[in-house]
């Protein structure tokens, strides 16, 4: 078991004392928020690395390899940025076999410590015996003993993806059909800060409610036909609104509804709770029902959860589909290949979107507005029969 | 009704090239008669590309001209694998592992499709690939299936065999199907010799990798492929290059890189892989990095079907006059730094004389 020691000693290297201890990781959507009420109800010392912006994809670009995927990119220049920002601690986890994810935090370490810094970096793997591996490694980067804590800290996440979520479905929901533009966003902000400074755990708790409450608030054109466009694909192109060009306030400014399947909190919830606590039917588990006329096995990233996504939207009523995913991204040009197929089938517009640094937005919006528009007519064609 | 099934077709591409003798041996012995595909032309290409997405990469377009070939010969049942790790979390590239899905959602055509699951992250293990590829051909007999495994391993021992003992590819193949067993006992030494990191089935298809072998043959190099290493000495080498095996084919690149780059035996390493391969983005970039800091000179030709000849030959060209001038200059200095070394110790003797004659005085 030589290897596999090797691999456990460079998961979760240990070099700096923990008192010392700076925490960042890689920014995705708006995790930032649970995860830093996490680590600081543990006792640690955080860092948040700058949105992603150009700037950040500059960093990335210059100093990573030609082929890999975004994603990586933009996690390089989040881990470049975090140490400038005087961070020593880089967090990560990664789910091996799924896709060239599970090399990033290898390939990261290596390319960092050439640029000499110096950094602890701690791997948590999301494969199998996931909540045992998360606590360990949240353990190694704070030592913290109390049990208090642990649970108030993941009692606080969990709870913030959760008002996330959910201030996002609404956000989703609300954005075509508000009366004065910009409500529906402007809400959404206020709870995004609100959520980022409850610090109670029944603040917490209640955050969910207190979101549903407000959103109610808000005027909105209850009557109004409104096309539903599912959001599928990549996970990390999804949850990130910088590298999706914003895909979401785009389509919601068109005058469509977004559902997206893939949600932080549930996906996390389903990942984290051990089996016996966990009786709903996972997404993966849906997927995988809904898409076996058309895939048979998992092959690794969201290939599957697209297909069976797809073949879910097309039977309750959804009118069209966006995929997006990163460039050379294999699971998904896998999922590309399938996709014309269901759509012709199961009687569904499909759109792909390859995304990559060079994505111009002027070209980006115009398919995007031809789509919808092909969206609509069909809708309206359905509504005359 | 399955057990009409009298053909069995494999494409002529993906896990041909490291399995076939055992697909041979195995399907051969369980009755069935193997059809192959043709070999890999321009035209194989564009069917293929015709099928899939463009974003897909140049081995799958041409796994798909393949199976289309086999349809139009006539193949009713065409043996798709899906290899999905090869050992406990070592997966292979997800277009691999998805080769059945992709198949069956761009040709719309109605055939068998054999296609057997191996996952040893999910403990299926080769036997019950055998087995499942076996059952799906209708025979569900366990003695005669245990055979066929045995008759397959047979066939793929003598190709290991020959090939490790420095028989070319497509030579060896021809034997081992045929049950023959060559050897090769005479080393030819050339000037020149490199390791080429890539996997098989870009490697050893004429038209994917244009000739490479023969080309550098050609120009008196003699060429290590991922075949004269043994399974051992490829894990052995990515450990000692401080590397962990995340890839199913990472012996092959990976794997072949590092165990020639540790025992110096070759001038220089060509990396050829497929333009917009994930797995290779990373591996080559490894392997480059550990031959920056041995000194070893890597070239990284990328190839897509539009891989103009004239252009690949110019920068293998290059690259060899490169291995040559500077093999030339290392023996150069090397006989020069002995001539120096003769002079100096001509000089301590003169100077011993000076002493002992002084000391004389």
Not at chain 1, 57 to 79: D, Q, T, W
Not at chain 1, 201 to 210: D, E, N, P, T
Not at chain 1, 310 to 321: F, M, N, P, R, S
């Given at each position: ?385 | ?39 890999t032309t321009t035209k194989t290409i564009n069917e293929g590309a015709k099928?899939v997405?463009s974003d897909t990469c140049l081995p799958?377009k041409v796994?798909?001209g ?136 870009n490697?050893?298809?004429?038209r994917i990798s244009l ?61 050829l892989s497929a333009f917009g391969c ?23 030709l990328t190839i897509d079907e539009h891989t103009g000849e004239a252009g690949f030959i110019t920068r ?46």
């Amino acid at each position: 078991m030589n290897t596999a020691e090797k691999l456990e000693k460079t998961k979760m290297e240990n070099t700096i004392p923990t008192k010392d201890r700076i925490i960042a990781w890689p920014r995705m959507g708006r995790i930032d928020i649970p995860l830093k009420a996490l680590l600081v109800s543990l006792g640690a010392k955080v860092v948040i690395p700058p949105p992603n912006s150009n700037e950040a994809l500059e960093i990335g670009v210059r100093n990573s390899i030609e082929g890999i995927c975004l994603p990586y990119k933009l996690n390089l220049a989040n881990y470049i940025m975090a140490l400038e920002k005087g961070a020593n601690t880089l967090m990560m986890f990664q789910a091996p076999g799924s896709c060239r994810l599970g090399n990033y935090t290898k390939m990261a370490q290596k390319t960092l410590k050439s640029m000499g810094y110096k950094f602890d970096m701690v791997i948590f793997d999301m494969y199998k015996s996931k909540m045992k591996q998360t606590l360990h490694a949240f353990w190694h980067v704070t030592h913290c003993i109390n049990p208090w804590r642990y649970y108030k800290g993941f009692s606080l996440g969990f709870n913030k993806f959760f008002a996330i979520d959910t201030a996002e479905r609404l956000l989703f929901y609300t954005r075509p059909r508000e009366l004065n533009k910009g409500d529906a966003e402007k809400c959404y902000e206020k709870w995004l800060k609100i959520t980022d400074e409850t610090n109670s755990v029944i603040g917490a708790k209640k955050l969910k409610k207190q979101i549903i409450e407000d959103f109610k608030k808000i005027p909105i054109d209850k009557d109004k036909k409104v096309p539903i466009v599912y959001l599928i694909g990549e996970f990390f192109v999804l949850l990130d609104p910088y590298t999706n060009q914003n895909i979401e306030k785009e389509l919601g400014e068109m005058g469509v509804e977004v559902q997206r399947q893939i949600m932080f909190g549930d996906w996390l919830e389903h990942v984290l709770k051990p089996s016996i606590f966990y009786h709903k039917e996972s997404h993966r588990e849906r997927s995988v029902r809904y898409a076996k006329k058309y895939m048979k096995r998992a092959i690794g990233g969201e290939c599957i959860e697209t297909i069976g996504d797809t073949v879910y939207a097309a039977k309750h009523g959804v009118d069209g589909i966006i995929h997006i995913s990163p460039f050379s991204c294999m699971p998904e040009i896998v999922a590309q290949n399938i996709l014309p197929k269901v759509s012709q089938e199961e009687d569904i517009p499909v759109m792909s979107l390859v995304l990559d640094e060079q994505t111009g937005k002027a070209g980006y919006l115009t398919r995007i507005e031809a789509f919808i528009d092909l969206v609509k007519r069909k809708q309206l064609r359905k509504n005359s029969k | 009704m399955k057990s009409e099934i009298k053909k069995i077709g494999i494409p002529r591409a993906i896990s041909y090239y490291n399995n076939y003798p055992f697909y041979y041996g195995f399907f051969s012995s369980l009755g069935l008669e193997v059809v192959l595909s043709d070999k890999t032309t321009t035209k194989t290409i564009n069917e293929g590309a015709k099928y899939v997405v463009s974003d897909t990469c140049l081995p799958i377009k041409v796994y798909t001209g393949h199976v289309m070939n086999l349809l139009h010969k006539g193949c009713e049942a065409i043996f798709i694998p899906s290899i999905q790790s090869t050992g406990y979390k070592i997966n292979n590239c997800s277009k691999i592992r998805g080769l059945p899905e992709i198949i069956r959602n761009v040709i719309n055509k109605p055939f068998i499709m054999v296609e057997p699951t191996l996952d040893k992250t999910e403990n299926i293990s080769f036997k019950d690939f055998c087995i499942q590829s076996a059952n799906s051909v209708g025979i569900f007999d366990k003695d005669k299936i245990k055979q066929a495994i045995s008759d397959g391993w047979r066939v793929y021992n003598m190709f290991l065999e020959m090939t490790q003992s420095g028989v070319s590819y497509s030579e060896a193949l021809d034997n081992a199907i045929k049950g023959k067993l060559v050897k090769k006992t005479i080393d030819i030494v050339k000037p020149l010799s490199v390791a080429i990191m890539a996997h098989g089935y870009n490697l050893f298809d004429d038209r994917i990798s244009l000739n490479l072998i023969k080309k550098l043959e050609k120009m008196d190099v003699k060429v290590y492929t991922s075949l004269n290493v043994s399974r051992q000495d490829a894990i052995s080498a990515i450990d000692s290059i401080g590397e962990i095996q995340y890839w199913a084919n990472e012996l092959e690149l990976t794997g072949t890189a590092a165990h020639y780059l540790t025992n110096e035996k070759v001038d220089g390493i060509i990396a050829l892989s497929a333009f917009g391969c994930g797995p290779d983005s990373l591996m080559v970039e490894e392997i480059s990095y550990h031959c920056k800091e041995a000194g070893m000179p890597l070239i990284h030709l990328t190839i897509d079907e539009h891989t103009g000849e004239a252009g690949f030959i110019t920068r293998l060209e290059a690259f060899v006059d490169m291995l040559l001038r500077k093999k030339r200059s290392i023996l150069t200095k090397q006989s020069d730094k002995t001539e120096e070394d003769a002079n100096i110790e001509n000089t301590v003797e003169i100077k011993e004389e000076r002493i002992l004659t002084g000391s004389v005085k």
